[in-house]
């Protein structure tokens, strides 16, 4: 991979200097804006994004006329934009979304987004005030729901074996197994509403038993 790059660096450099002794600078630069554009499609086509924005990028660097590279750029830093709203990458999603609109101004796909990350942030603030220790109980909910799958699974398991066993006792483990995944399920639900309390309007200071807390007042959505 080096040697490759060596040998591409090397070639460009002799390009460059022919084109500054034979007035072909133009055409230089249609070639390495051209060249870039074709990096940046070949990363895209494998939803590599992170080099695929940095190949138009340069394309843009070079020309930044290139209709090509722009409308590459801002389909790339969308899709790069909501992969960090997904992980709660909020102001680098800002950021991303404030490269593509810097060639796309107007443009209503990245407004939306950037309205709804605004609004998540202002949300996030509210959550954050609310029950600052929000990320580690959400955190242990998903993963208990997580775990419904292995139980699922597991009766799924049962089933198919009494396909070809006929033995009414893999029906009674699938049954003992449902059993235990109605508990569980109740249980998450349960944790699942306190969470939402706590989020939506935190715990009152004089609260004893969060178990049995009065749902409050919610403050979210926003309007």
Excluded at 52 to 71: C, E, F, G, I, T
Excluded at 165 to 178: C, G, P, V, W
Aim: charged share 25%; proline share 4%.
């Amino acid at each position: 991979m080096k040697g490759t790059m060596r040998t591409f660096i090397r070639a460009l450099f002799v390009v460059v200097t022919l084109a500054a002794t034979t007035g072909c600078a133009t055409g230089v630069t249609e070639w390495i804006a051209r060249t870039r554009d074709n990096q940046g499609d070949l990363a895209l086509a494998r939803t590599n994004y992170t080099d695929a924005s940095l190949a138009y990028q340069l394309a843009l660097k070079v020309d930044p006329k290139d209709d090509h590279a722009s409308r590459g750029l801002v389909s790339v830093q969308l899709h790069i934009a909501q992969a960090q709203f997904a992980a709660s990458r909020l102001e680098d999603a800002l950021e991303s979304l404030a490269l593509a609109a810097r060639y796309s101004p107007g443009d209503e796909r990245i407004d939306g987004m950037r309205s709804e990350i605004e609004q998540a942030q202002t949300k996030r603030e509210i959550v954050v005030s609310n029950y600052p220790s929000y990320r580690v109980l959400g955190a242990g909910i998903r993963r208990s729901y997580e775990n419904i799958k292995e139980q699922s699974a597991a009766i799924t398991l049962a089933l198919r074996r009494f396909n070809y066993t006929y033995d009414t006792e893999d029906l009674t483990k699938a049954i003992d197994l449902s059993y235990e995944l109605n508990a569980d399920v109740a249980r998450y639900t349960n944790r699942l509403v306190q969470f939402r309390q706590l989020v939506e309007s935190g715990v009152p200071e004089s609260a004893t038993n969060r178990e049995n807390l009065a749902p409050p007042a919610s403050l979210l959505p926003l309007p």
